[in-house]
């Protein structure tokens, strides 16, 4: 069975703070694609990044990068000279390379808030 | 824009009255989903459908059903909706092709049941 731990349930910050989400995950597939989505609180869903498990490159997108290690099974996200638009509930999933479509396992998610 | 659309994005309904949600998409993606969220936490997996085979999960009330009448719609029906369903309600999208499975949301639709 898969599972998503994000042990940060909520973090604070001041602005301009530079601030990493934590992400671990089990899963037995070989296979498979972890992703970062942000909720702000109008409710959408929005899509950061997906990582394949044979991709182990690090990202970085603006003040986003991410540090995917295998070895310890995790993904984490940090922002840089975090602003308040970046307030928002950020949750990590991890989905099985199924042909039937992806069915995700989120991590219960960790409440980023960002004071000026 | 390619987006997925929800309305509407916000409904009340009475307890035990029918409401049908609405999704559509202009991502021409294979495949639809469903997701209830309750306050603070993760979302969670209704069903599915894979062009049009119908996937629902395990633990899904019967209570809900969906339908999906061509590529770019898929509706969710409530038949009795109950308080305990209060909830935002998300649909997603994906393409379900060798190393494509991001997942693109909706804006959601809020429920209250009075």
């Known amino acids: 069975a898969q599972k998503v731990t994000q042990a940060q349930t909520e973090i604070s910050v001041v602005e301009k703070e530079d601030v990493t989400l934590d992400c671990v995950y089990e899963?037995?597939?070989?296979?498979?694609?972890l992703f970062w989505y942000k909720q702000p609180p109008s409710g959408e869903l929005v899509f950061l990044i997906r990582?394949?498990?044979?991709?182990?490159q690090n990202e970085i997108s603006g003040r986003y990068s991410w540090n995917f290690q295998k070895s310890t099974s995790s993904f984490n996200f940090t922002i840089t000279a975090s602003q308040v638009v970046d307030s928002a509930v950020y949750f990590c999933?991890?989905?099985?390379?199924?042909?039937?479509?992806?069915?995700?396992?989120f991590g219960e998610g960790t409440q980023l808030t960002v004071n000026p | 824009d390619a987006m997925v659309i929800q309305n509407p994005r916000y409904q009340v309904t009475q307890f035990g009255k029918p409401v049908t949600l609405s999704c559509s998409q202009t991502?021409?993606?294979?495949?639809m989903y469903w997701y209830q969220q309750k306050s603070s936490q993760a979302p969670k997996l209704l069903f599915h459908?894979?062009?049009?085979?119908?996937?629902n999960e395990a633990d899904t009330p019967d209570n809900f059903q969906s339908r999906r009448p061509n590529t770019s719609f898929c509706f969710l029906d409530i038949r009795s909706p109950g308080l305990g369903d209060a909830a935002m309600y998300l649909c997603?999208?994906?393409?379900?092709?060798?190393?494509?499975?991001?997942?693109?949301f909706g804006p959601g639709t809020r429920l209250t049941v009075l």
């Open positions: 997603a999208t994906s393409m379900s092709l060798a190393g494509t499975h991001t997942q693109y």
């Open positions: 899963t037995r597939d070989t296979t498979y694609y």
């Open positions: 990582r394949n498990s044979f991709d182990e």
């Open positions: 999933a991890l989905s099985e390379a199924e042909t039937s479509g992806s069915r995700l396992t």
């Open positions: 991502l021409n993606h294979n495949v």
């Open positions: 459908y894979y062009d049009k085979d119908f996937n």
